[in-house]
């Protein structure tokens, strides 16, 4: 049996500011980075084999302070980046839902549906997200396995190894580093843990991509 630990990085100054990530490389702030120590310490309690992560900084930084905690090292991939947004990254929410050149309404409230700018599509994204999962999970089969990633990817993932259609992206929410876990049994996979954030306590937690 496999368990594969999914955590969000660590606050940036966006996820303060309300704006639009995606794959713009903003770094952990001053929260994110304690953020990133509280859920490092919780996650000692956890056999973790190996870690895998985004290349974008604030997700990298986030892996690196658990690698040190628990001695194991961090494996990049462009394939864990969060979901692009294009033209949309760098604005506020509030500036994106003036625009009229893309429906973002259909993207908030059906998004499996939405045409976005970026990678353009929640299946586009999926398909390249857990092409890579499925490798790594291959490639360490028996271990437990850790992926630093982002809230949009975090949930993609989740959906794809339980089996659950798109149509649910929008029915949960994966806070800064929260920790959800999914066990893999020979072809049995459940869903133990999902956005558990006790360990932060009340350091300030923000819900932006």
Not at 53 to 68: G, H, M
Not at 123 to 139: A, L, S, T
Not at 164 to 184: C, M
Request: proline share 1%; charged share 25%.
């Amino acid at each position: 049996m496999s368990k594969i630990y999914l955590v969000r990085h660590g606050e940036t100054d966006w996820n303060k500011e309300d704006r639009c990530q995606g794959c713009i490389d903003t770094d952990l702030n001053s929260v994110g980075i304690r953020q990133a120590e509280l859920v490092a310490e919780r996650l000692l309690r956890e056999e973790i084999h190996v870690i895998y992560c985004s290349n974008l900084k604030r997700a990298y930084r986030t892996a690196q302070i658990i690698a040190e905690k628990t001695g194991l090292n961090v494996i990049k991939s462009e394939a864990l980046n969060e979901i692009s947004f294009g033209e949309w990254e760098g604005l506020t929410f509030e500036e994106i839902r003036k625009r009229n050149d893309y429906d973002y309404n259909t993207w908030r409230l059906s998004p499996h549906t939405a045409v976005f700018p970026g990678e353009g599509s929640l299946d586009k994204v999926y398909n390249r997200v857990m092409k890579y999962v499925d490798e790594i999970i291959i490639r360490n089969s028996g271990k437990n396995i850790l992926i630093v990633s982002h809230g949009g990817v975090i949930k993609l993932i989740i959906l794809g190894l339980l089996g659950i259609g798109l149509e649910a992206y929008n029915k949960f929410y994966i806070a800064n580093t929260s920790v959800s876990i999914v066990h893999i049994d020979k072809d049995k996979r459940y869903l133990r843990t999902l956005n558990d954030t006790c360990h932060v306590g009340s350091v300030l937690e923000r819900k932006n991509y």
